[in-house]
Nanobody
Framework: QVPLVASGGGLVQAGGSLMVSCAAA????????MGWFRQASGKEREFVAR????????DYADSAKGRFTISRDNALNMENMKMNSQNPEDTAVYYC?????????????WGQGTQVTVSS
């Protein structure tokens, strides 16, 4: 098991910024690829961003490109995602996740989620 604890959610006005973080405790987390997903009320969970083990490669959903930045600090076992220019469509519960699959076809571990609410 890889315990993941997400934090940093909250309420922000449209156009504002927020950062969510994920702490991975008690693991050799350098061996895991990390990512963020989100689930809005009444909708399915969707991919937002992912980052490889070294932090040198990232991918984003179209909705996040140019606005969100995912990063990681392997020394601290932390993953962060800075979200800029937020809009009400970003309102969702954000989940961090980890996988050892180099093709990102499955996600093995999930955090508990943190609520992000963007007001118009």
């Amino acid at each position: 098991q890889v315990p993941l604890v997400a934090s940093g959610g909250g309420l922000v006005q449209a156009g504002g910024s927020l950062m969510v973080s994920c702490a991975a405790a008690g693991c050799a987390c350098r061996s895991y690829r990390m990512g963020w997903f989100r689930q809005a009320s009444g909708k399915e969970r969707e991919f937002v961003a992912r980052i490889n083990r070294s932090g040198g490669s990232t991918d984003y959903a179209d909705s996040a490109k140019g606005r969100f930045t995912i990063s990681r600090d392997n020394a601290l076992n932390m993953e962060n995602m800075k979200m800029n220019s937020q809009n009400p469509e970003d309102t969702a519960v954000y989940y961090c996740s980890a996988t050892q699959d180099p093709f990102y076809a499955r996600w093995d571990y999930w955090g508990q989620g943190t609520q992000v609410t963007v007001s118009s």
